[in-house]
């Protein structure tokens, strides 16, 4: 099998290509200077001439504060630039995998969200992802829509390096006590899209790592792990933490879908937390 990985110099991108290249899998990983997905034409001469069997998209503008400032570079890039992806896999006729995230959804209540809930994004970033989701039900026959949330890898910046990062400085960190989800590790993540990109268990899936927790709880956890007890963690609520773009209180994400098409759930978010802090330099 031969797959296309776009975004290889993000956090995703570049764990599905390792994942690919343990298993013997053919992986031509691109990113904004071999393929700018926002151009129409390249994406169709890029795809065509590597000629794959599926397509992992994994590029995108995540910036999610930037984004309410900067609506119109991020609609092009996660939703016309995931349209021209889509148009090519059509025409193609090969599978295509793309990355959303639980910005769709409204962030309200505490019932966790199943994949065909109805959507209702709360900021700029959410509602051009769930642009780009429209696209490929639209065009593509095997698609898979896989939502994640709260992501973290070796390569690139997350959560976990900025209270490393902060905690050194500082001492001492103020983290959201209210917003609630499932921080998900890349390498875990990466794993299981490979085994699904070679199914035809097609359709929209919600992953991350099993457990819950507060960004608080997170980054309590993260200082345990990482042997900094002295640092000092205040939980702190929303309205005391303003950001640009609103935020969901409500991450909780249903992932039974994996199981009913037998697929093995992700480690724990500790289990995750760990085997990270030992992969990484900091």
């Not at 926002?38 to 995108?60: L, M, Y």
């Not at 490979?194 to 457990?211: A, L």
Request: hydrophobic share 40%; proline share 3%.
């Amino acid at each position: 099998m031969r797959i296309l990985v776009t975004g290889v110099k993000g956090q995703l991108g570049y764990d599905v290509v390792k994942e690919c290249e343990k298993r013997g899998i053919e992986a031509i990983g691109v990113d904004v200077e071999e393929m700018d997905i926002t151009d129409a034409a390249a994406c169709e001469n890029v795809i065509k001439s590597a000629n794959p069997d599926a397509v992992v998209h994994c590029a995108a503008y995540t910036a999610v504060d930037a984004a309410e400032d900067n609506v119109e570079i991020c609609r092009k890039v996660n939703a016309e630039g995931t349209r021209n992806i889509a148009r090519v896999c059509r025409e193609l006729d090969i599978k295509m995998m793309y990355f959303s995230t639980d910005y769709v959804f409204d962030g309200e209540g505490e019932n966790f969200w199943k994949p065909d809930d109805a959507r209702a994004p709360l900021n700029v970033y959410g509602q051009t992802k769930y642009e780009g989701e429209l696209a490929v039900e639209e065009l593509v026959e095997k698609f898979f829509t896989l939502r994640i949330a709260w992501v973290f890898g070796v390569n690139g910046k997350n959560f976990i390096k900025t209270m490393l990062r902060l905690g050194r400085e500082r001492g001492a960190v103020s983290v959201v006590a209210d917003q609630i989800g499932s921080p998900t590790y890349t390498y875990d993540l990466a794993r299981l899209v490979v085994d699904m990109i070679q199914t035809d268990k097609y359709g929209r899936y919600h992953v991350t790592n099993e457990g819950l927790c507060s960004w608080y709880e997170f980054a309590c956890q993260i200082f345990k792990e990482a042997g900094m007890s002295e640092v000092q963690v205040t939980p702190v609520s929303s309205d005391q933490f303003p950001a640009k773009a609103k935020r969901p209180h409500n991450s909780r994400m249903d992932k039974s879908k994996l199981l009913e098409n037998g697929f093995q759930p992700l480690p724990t978010w500790q289990d995750a937390l760990r085997r990270y802090l030992k992969d990484i330099t900091w």
